[in-house]
Every structure is written in C-alpha cells, then in structure tokens.
C-alpha cells in the first residue's frame, strides 16, 4: 500500500533533489525593505510569513519539501503560530512535502493530543517526534499516521555536537542511537510502503557519516531527515552515508544555507528568493556528485 514517504520519494525523483529547505525563518534574515516597518509581534509575523510565501514561489519546482520549524513561529506568541500554520497552507497549495519540525511526545493521553494536533487536518505530511516516552508515547503518533496516511520522523542520532552525550551511551555494549533505531525499525513496520520505506522514519544527522552508514546498513526500511549540511559542518560528502545503494532513502535538510543564502559571500547582491533558489540548486548538484561518487 501507498505511504506518504512513498509521496515522497516520487517528489525527490521528480526534482532530481533530495534536499528539504528548512524554513527557520528569523527576522533578521530579511531585507530591510521587509523589517523597516516591523514594531510589533504580529508586524513580524506576517512580514515573515510573506518572506516564506516567496521562497517557496522560487523553490517549488526545485526542492520536494520544506520543513518548517515551530521555535521560530511560537517566539511571537499567537501570531507566530498563526504565521506557521499559514506558511504550511501555502506550501501544500504549491504541491511541496510538508514537514513540522516539532519535536513531539509525551505520556500516552496527551501524545493523543499532540498526535491529532499535527496529524490530523494540519496539513503537514510529517512531524518530528521525539522517541524519549517509548512505544505508549509513539503509539498515538503511529495510528494518526495509519488513519490520515502522514509520517513521523523519530530522533535518533541528531546533528548537534552534545548529542553524543546521550545517545552515545551504551546499552548492553550497543550505543543507544542503535537501540532507538531497533525500535524505530520495529514500530514502522506495519507502514512499510511500495518504496519499501516506513512511514515511521529517523532523524539521522549529516554529521555523523560513521554512525549514519551503520544505521542505514542495519535499518533498510527506515527512511532518513538528515539534518546538519550546511551551517553545522555536514556536507554532500557525508550526507552520502544516509542513502541506500539506489540513492534513495534520505532527504537532507538545509535551512540558513538556503533561506539567509542572500547574506553570504558567494550569493551576494542576488535578491533573497533568487539567492535562495541558487543555493538550492547548488546544494542539489552536491549531493547527486556525492551520492553517485559513493
């Protein structure tokens, strides 16, 4: 049966991209023709929301997805979250892959709340959920995922540079990312679509090419969020160890390289959507070189 990370894939393959834009949108990453007239919450909310509308008119044909993450909306209270809702709106009129950036979970009854919450009508095709409460926590999350065909993407061995603080730790001899990965593996497996890909994925960071190539090598139905190219120090090179042997299975997220690409160096005095769309298009050529080199 057909799953949403089938969706998915066939997007990818469709662009020739396996590159997800992370709309981390701050204000600061705005021209000052946008934010000169910003004096309040909801004047900010909305100069980022037309911000987003317009990265994603240059994006659309050449990314499959964007990600949008909730911190950067939920800082201006109600008019932020109205700012994320909107932009998410926009993005599936435009025929993108949606994902919220989350985080999610808690104890059963009120991981059913968060569960219907994001996984219901929102909108978005995915959400990042956090695997920390273990499967009564999940479980909600997997059922939206079966009735309303949307997916989840589970952390398990993240990009940040202390993470390895927890999910290094080893459990019986194995480091815990491998553990949570067994379970990832196990709970997606009654959502396994015609791509042979799970609805229930892993965030798996570009990081790590050692620890995301043992993942991929164990865990052939899990598909993988690879955050960390970019402005974390990931790069084509080492997302390339998230991909199968068809260079399928991962789409890598890039958020400041793209939508603040108009304040670097090498995009400079482009305009922010047209900076944007170059360094998607940049992005896409490194990681096909990398994936194909492999």
Known sequence: ????????????????NPTVAGLDTRIEFLPE?????VKSGSDAAKAIVEYNCAL????????????????????????GVEAFYTTAAYAVKNGLNVM???????IGATAEAYAAAYLGRSGFDYITVN?????????????????NGKG??????????????????KVDGVPLYIKVGELIGEWGNSLIGEHGYSAVGAVVGATNPAE???????????????????????SGATAAAAFDGK???????????IIAAHMTERYKGMGFAQAARAAAIDMREDLVKAINAR
């Open 247 to 257: 260079g399928s299975g991962a789409i890598v997220n890039n958020s400041r390289g």
């Open 131 to 147: 695997p920390y409460p273990g499967y009564d926590g999940i479980k909600p999350f997997i059922d939206c995922c079966s009735q």
């Open 33 to 37: 023709s946008m934010r000169k007239n």
């Open 152 to 169: 989840i993407f589970v952390l398990a061995r993240m990009s940040n540079p202390s993470a390895a603080q927890i999910q290094n730790l």
């Open 100 to 106: 919220a950036d989350v985080k999610r979970n808690d």
């Open 56 to 79: 994603i008119d240059a994006l659309k044909d050449i990314v499959p997805s964007v990600k949008i993450q909730s911190a950067y909306y939920e800082m201006y209270a109600h008019y």
């Open 1 to 16: 049966m057909k799953n949403v990370t089938d969706s998915l894939i066939e997007k990818i393959e469709k662009v020739g």
């Open 212 to 234: 995301a190539r043992e993942l991929r090598e164990r865990f052939s139905s899990v598909f993988f969020l690879v955050p960390g190219y970019g402005a974390q120090g990931g």
